[in-house]
């Protein structure tokens, strides 16, 4: 940065060596979309089964966005460039990008964990009947939220979002001849299409501020900075575009899928469900964030709350859970709700929102490969399978317990610094009760990780299956995020400069400020928490040492608060027995009726037709041969062959002839 | 000296006789006689008009007549023998092939 | 009424009611006998008329080849010689219309020339070298037809009559 500019203000370099990687950051969405093309062509036939296409497609994108971030890190500016796709009368349609700090560190976020996910699924998936499938999807996922991260318009968001989410659906739903998969795939799905509806009108709501000639985000900025938009029109868009959060990063009341998303393959929980697309909706606040500080301010209070409830509640259910990818689930709904509360806080909580989300990222697609290693050595998903691990699975051990630290918020490694940014963010915006939030759900958080930690690589091993160390393709992933893990972190620490600041800030660079008693306060916290982990778990018990003392909430929390019973007795149940039915009555006795009737009409009459047709014309028609028959045979009998009667007859005319002639003349 | 209306009434007379014999008779030598009445009414008028007309062409006319009816008498007569050889009657009545 | 035309009326009243014999006759032979007294009345009409070529020729063709024609045939054919019902189921029609052609032809007559104002008239020459003047001179090519049909009805006569031979 330049030396002499003034504290805050921005200046950004001219050009810079990543420049040109910016203005074609838009290769970093297509390079894996030809490769998802290629695997769903190709992949069958070429040797490795098409994981290859989407390897190399997924690291060139990582290097190339790279490049993206070096044009940031070197002092560059934004980029927006675009093309015109098409108008509809005053409405312009456009594909384009929109590149800022913001989307630099997405892009690595993203092509760094899928490439991550990518390799490590080569081994996981090693064997599965749709293994090419697998990565068809895989890229096409990358691709679209690549497409989210880098769109300048909110129509061009609106569609990589939903192909996230038919993407999130088909590899939720990859084993689907399992029930619950299918299920678990259908219930993610509409979940996040409840929070989809809000978030759509949201978006015309947007693009109405344009007068509805426009779809580009920095003109509905513009509009907003124009100053004549009600402040209530402005607080009911964002709120709707909240609501598109809501479902998409699982807040409370549409966090119910995420949990049993957990029944898709690990790698798939790894990538969508900790790292991408659950992060998206946290993205799209820090998109449109000018509209969320424009609005009225219980907007951003009633994010606040959500995310607090969240945060809370689905920590403390994160400690009764035995399925140990139930445990990340849990874990990263609370991360989640850290994150969007952060951004809650307004312009200063931007930077420290988005370095958790990127931290999280990272730690967090450790943490679900290494329980994927895991699981994949014992065959089970349950801790109470597990135990003693980290004898026979060294690797995974050490990077999980990374991992887990980092999730707790230990120094020096990345979760301490995202967290301890939050908290020092919450308590400069004075909104005390949030930091108390924040606090509680540290320490919980701490005591569920050990916990975790524990019951899977302690004691000792009472299951059946024979567990060892998973092979380098699975290993090799851990050992990157680990080292990330351990690094990345380092990138926000003010003592370094938080460079992370200069890359993503809301229109001013704040400096980021280290604040020694927050810190403290968070590791005493953190430390509380792992101290009674370890006092409860340090031995295996037969039963959860927790389920005597908390009687008869234990059983609450194992049923999720009720909120999934409550949802399938009041929604589900009524819109598919009693609606549903009617609806279908509807079509088929009425509707079906109808026309039914109306060929039965049809036939009917064509009787009638057919009758007069076959009585009347057919009469006629046969009755004109018939009389002629007939009248032939009464005249035939003048034919007497008898030459005398000719001659009477003959006679007979004359003189009716001579009558007539006689009479005339 | 005799007065035209009277001479052509007896032809018509003749005349009628013929009509009833042709129409009536079963033999058909008998329906031959009664076509020759009716060409004798015929030649009685043309006589008549002729000595009316006080010309030679009604007496001409009547002789080629008389000529021409002898000819169809002959052949006339030829039919009804080969009819009788083939039937061995000559009842006009049963000579109907053409009734329907 | 003069002389001639009572003559005429006793000629035509035989030459009538012989004609209706002919017609009504059972027997046959009796009709063609009554054909005779019937052609010999219709002579002497023509001899009162002043047409005594014709009247010749009447006879000599008529009474003498005509009827002895039919006698002949009538022998061939074996007709039955005795009484027989001669007519056939039309007699009533036929009466009829005889007497409607009568009547007509009565009415007509009437019209044309009525009998009140009729006049008599005068003769005419009708001996054989008047009549064969007017045949050759006038009535020469109808005279050669006739001729003509006269040879032809002859031959064919003869090929109608003749009997098939086996071959």
Redesign the interface.
């Known amino acids: 940065m330049n030396a002499l500019a003034a504290e805050g203000e921005v200046v950004y370099e001219a050009t810079t060596n990543g420049l040109w990687f910016v203005e074609h950051a838009w290769v970093v969405v297509v390079l894996p979309l030809i490769s998802a093309a290629l695997i769903l062509f190709f992949g069958r036939r070429t040797p490795g089964k098409g994981a290859v296409y989407g390897i190399v497609a997924v690291g060139a994108a990582f290097l190339f966005s790279l490049g993206v971030l070096w044009h940031f890190v070197e002092g560059g500016g934004p980029f927006e460039g675009s093309i015109d796709w098409f108008t509809i009368g005053p409405l312009h349609l456009e594909l384009g990008i929109l590149v800022d700090g913001l989307t630099g560190i997405m892009l690595v976020v993203v092509t760094s964990i899928s490439l991550c996910v990518h390799v490590y699924s080569l081994g996981y998936m090693h064997g599965d009947e749709r293994f090419t499938w697998f990565y068809v999807v895989l890229s096409l996922f990358t691709a679209a939220m690549l497409t989210v991260v880098v769109s300048n318009n909110v129509i061009q968001l609106l569609v990589g979002w939903e192909i996230m989410g038919v993407c999130s659906y088909l590899l939720i739903g990859h084993w689907w001849e399992v029930k619950e998969n299918s299920n678990a795939a259908i219930k993610a799905f509409i979940t996040t299409r409840v929070g989809d509806i809000p978030f759509m009108f949201g978006i015309i709501m947007l693009i109405a501020l344009t007068g509805f000639t426009s779809t580009n985000i920095g003109e509905i900025s513009h509009e907003l900075g124009l100053g004549e938009v009600s402040p209530l029109f402005i607080s009911m868009a964002a709120i709707l575009l909240f609501g598109g959060t809501v479902g998409k990063s699982a807040q409370f009341p549409l966090h119910v899928w995420l949990p049993d998303a957990m029944a898709g393959p690990t790698p798939v929980s790894a990538l969508i469900h900790a790292a991408t697309m659950v992060a998206a909706g946290v993205y799209l606040i820090g998109r449109l964030f000018e509209i969320f500080l424009e609005a009225e301010q219980w907007v951003l209070t009633t994010v606040s709350i959500v995310a607090a409830i969240t945060a809370l509640g689905a920590a403390l259910l994160a400690i009764v859970q035995d399925d140990i990818k139930r445990v990340l689930a849990y874990s990263t709904l609370s991360q989640l709700a850290y994150m969007v509360a952060g951004l809650s806080l307004g312009e200063l909580g931007l930077t420290a929102g988005f370095f958790h989300l990127f931290t999280h990222a990272f730690f967090k697609a450790l943490l679900f490969l290494g329980a994927g290693s895991v699981i994949h050595a014992v065959h089970s998903n349950n801790m109470s399978d597990m135990g003693g691990l980290r004898k026979s699975m060294p690797v995974t051990f050490w990077t999980m317990l990374i991992g887990s630290l980092a999730l707790a918020g230990i120094f020096p490694l990345a979760g301490f610094w995202s967290k301890d940014e939050l908290l020092v963010v919450a308590e400069e915006e004075h909104v005390y009760w949030l930091f108390v939030v924040f606090l509680i759900t540290a320490v919980i958080t701490a005591f569920y990780t050990m916990r975790m930690v524990l019951l899977t690589f302690f004691g000792e091993y009472k299951g059946h299956a024979h567990p060892h160390e998973s092979p380098a393709t699975m290993t090799g992933p851990l050992v990157a995020l680990a080292a990330a893990t351990i690094g990345v972190g380092l990138l926000g620490s003010p003592q370094l400069g938080a460079v992370f600041g200069q890359w993503v800030f809301y229109e001013e660079v704040h400096e980021a400020v280290f604040v020694p008693w927050i810190a403290l306060l968070s590791t005493a916290g953190a430390l509380l928490g792992l101290f009674a982990g370890y006092a409860l778990y340090k031995e295996r018990k037969a039963q959860d040492p927790l389920q005597a003392p908390m009687g008869p909430l234990w059983n609450v929390f194992q049923n999720r608060y009720y909120i999934d019973a409550f949802y399938m007795r009041a929604i589900v149940l009524p819109v598919r027995d009693t609606w549903s039915s009617s609806v279908n009555w509807f079509n088929q006795v009425v509707l079906d009726g109808i026309v039914n009737g109306a060929a039965t009409v049809t036939r009917a009459f064509a009787q009638v037709i057919a009758w007069f047709d076959r009585t009347v014309i057919d009469g006629i028609v046969n009755g004109a041969g018939e009389g002629a028959g007939k009248t032939g045979n009464v005249l035939?009998?003048l034919?007497?062959?008898?030459?005398?009667?000719y001659?009477?007859a003959l006679?007979?005319g004359v003189?009716a002839l001579?009558?007539v002639f006689?009479e005339l003349v | 000296m005799i007065r035209l209306p009277l001479v052509l009434m007896f032809s018509a007379l003749l005349f009628s006789a013929g009509v009833y014999g042709v129409l009536a008779r079963r033999n058909a030598v008998m329906v031959l006689m009664a076509i020759e009445l009716m060409l004798n009414a015929v030649n009685v008028n043309l006589v008549a008009f002729a000595a009316s007309l006080q010309q030679m062409t009604g007496q001409v006319f009547a002789l080629f007549v008389i000529a021409v009816a002898a000819a169809e008498v002959g052949i006339g007569l030829a039919i009804v023998i080969l009819l009788f050889r083939t039937r061995e009657s000559i009842n006009v009545d049963e000579v109907n092939l053409l009734k329907w | 009424m003069s002389a001639q035309e009572y003559a005429f009326l006793v000629f035509a009243v035989v030459g009538g009611l012989s004609a209706i014999a002919v017609v009504t006759a059972r027997n046959v032979v009796h009709a063609a006998l009554y054909l005779v007294v019937s052609l010999l009345s219709v002579a002497g009409v023509y001899l009162l008329l002043g047409a005594e070529f014709v009247a010749w020729v009447q006879i000599l063709i008529y009474v003498g080849a005509i009827v002895i024609l039919f006698l002949f045939g009538l022998m061939l054919t074996k007709a039955p010689i005795g009484r027989d019902t001669l007519d056939n189921q039309q007699r009533g029609i036929g009466a009829l219309v005889g007497v409607g052609v009568f009547a007509g032809l009565v009415f007509l007559i009437q019209e044309a020339f009525p009998v009140q104002d009729a006049v008599a008239f005068e003769t005419v020459q009708g001996s054989t070298d008047v009549i064969g003047e007017a045949i050759f001179r006038n009535y020469v090519l109808p005279f050669e037809a006739v001729s003509f049909l006269l040879l032809a009805a002859l031959i064919g006569a003869i090929v109608l009559a003749r009997k098939d031979d086996a071959s």
């Open positions: 035939k009998h034919q007497t062959g008898n030459v005398q009667w001659a009477v006679f007979v003189i001579a009558v006689i």
